[in-house]
């Protein structure tokens, strides 16, 4: 908040404090895109809810990002560097995020419970067949 006051973009800046998670999708439609900087996310639960929600994601390279965000597609990734990080930010500003963003609802559906209840159902029933020949 300081920072943004030094900076003289406190007009420009909105600090919600908590929100409550039945609001976060309402949250996620008012911005153009989603931006993550963490190395440490095994498999970022808010870039899953970023992509369903249209969001180009823009992030470091790192694991769970790096495998759930394809670059160039449903968003753009980066090295864990300072500048490749902002790089982003400008990129995403000057460019029409629309094809990303259709790309990005596209991915999320890969990760929904139906995708993964058909996956774990389809496993089942080739071990059962497999069983079945054994």
């Keep these: 908040m300081a920072l943004s006051e030094s900076l003289g ?6 600090f919600t404090g908590r929100v409550d998670y039945s609001k976060m999708p309402a949250y996620y439609h008012c911005a153009d895109f989603f931006a993550m900087s963490s190395v440490t996310e ?3 639960l808010v870039v899953l809810e970023a992509l369903a929600a249209g969001l180009p994601v823009l992030a470091v390279a790192a694991c769970g990002t ?3 965000v ?4 449903d968003g753009w990734l980066c090295r864990e560097r300072l500048e490749e990080h902002a790089d982003l930010f400008s990129r995403a500003f000057c460019s029409d995020l629309k094809p990303l ?3 990005a609802v596209s991915k999320a559906r890969d990760f929904s419970i139906v995708t993964y209840v058909d ?3 389809q496993l089942y029933r080739e071990e059962i067949a ?5």
Excluded at 70 to 73: A, E, N, P, Q, W
Aim: glycine share 4%; hydrophobic share 40%; charged share 25%.
């Design 42 to 44: 095994v498999k970022p």
């Design 130 to 134: 497999r069983l079945a020949r054994a």
């Design 9 to 14: 973009l406190q007009e420009q800046v909105t």
């Design 101 to 103: 963003s259709l790309a």
């Design 119 to 121: 996956k774990l159902t």
């Design 66 to 68: 790096a495998d759930t």
């Design 70 to 73: 394809s670059d160039g597609v």
